[in-house]
């Protein structure tokens, strides 16, 4: 499996946007960018995807680097809620499995 | 919507005991996914099911781990004999296809003494 390697944790101020690093310097052309975050308490949920372009949608944007061996996911205004832990993962088509490294913690600051 | 639903919440039981999960996926999703969460291992795929066949079970940790899905809508994990190292939380997670987005559920809070 391609591998991903992300900050064990970051702190970023309620209200102010958060940008959260991904580095995947093996990804081979056919790996999808995939983001998922766990809230406290909860299983995981689906935020983003993206290939080559970057990507928004309603909960972030998903900025992805011209060689696509790193992206950044971004928050444009981070609220307490937010706080989680952020899954940056590769997937092809081919991929039956999702497979979760340790991720990166958020924590928000009122 | 309902979502993904897994019973029961939480569990406490004592080692040696029989422990079963329980998981009902998203209507229409017909790839269903057990995990396991713990602080040491981080979240883990224990096995996985496509059109209610077990497709991949090599994240199982030891034959005491079962799981079935009998139909569309029920799976269940079992634990037998439990362990107190099993201790974890049990996710399962749906989706509409094996290349879909995982939906999961709350999950199962397992202690074993």
């Known amino acids: 499996d391609a591998k991903t390697t992300q900050p064990n944790s970051m702190e970023s101020n309620e209200e102010e946007p958060v940008h959260l690093p991904c580095n995947h310097s093996?990804?081979?052309?056919?790996?999808?960018i995939h983001w998922y975050r766990q809230l406290p308490s909860q299983g995981p949920e689906y935020v983003i995807h993206?290939?080559?372009s970057n990507v928004n949608n309603r909960m972030a944007s998903l900025a992805i680097a011209e060689d696509r061996k790193s992206s950044t996911l971004i928050l444009h205004r981070a609220t307490l809620r937010d706080a989680a832990v952020y899954y940056c993962?590769?997937?092809?088509?081919?991929?039956?499995?999702?497979?979760f490294g340790k991720g990166t913690r958020l924590h928000i600051l009122p | 919507d309902a979502g993904v639903i897994q019973s029961p919440r939480h569990e406490v039981t004592e080692m040696g005991q029989e422990v079963t999960l329980r998981c009902k996926p998203i209507?229409?999703?017909?790839?269903l996914f057990w995990y396991r969460q713990t602080m040491m291992r981080g979240l883990e795929l224990l096995i996985y099911?496509?059109?209610?066949?077990?497709?991949?079970d090599s994240g199982m940790p030891e034959d005491r781990f079962s799981a079935k899905m009998p139909n569309a809508s029920f799976s269940t994990l079992k634990i037998q004999p439990s362990e107190p190292r099993d201790s974890a939380v049990y996710f399962c997670?749906?989706?509409?296809?094996?290349?879909?987005?995982?939906?999961f559920g709350p999950g199962t809070r397992l202690t074993v003494t």
């Open positions: 209507s229409g999703h017909n790839s």
């Open positions: 093996t990804i081979s052309g056919t790996d999808y």
């Open positions: 997670a749906s989706s509409l296809g094996l290349a879909g987005y995982r939906y």
């Open positions: 993206g290939l080559t």
């Open positions: 099911f496509n059109n209610n066949v077990p497709i991949d």
């Open positions: 993962i590769l997937r092809n088509n081919r991929d039956d499995k999702i497979i």
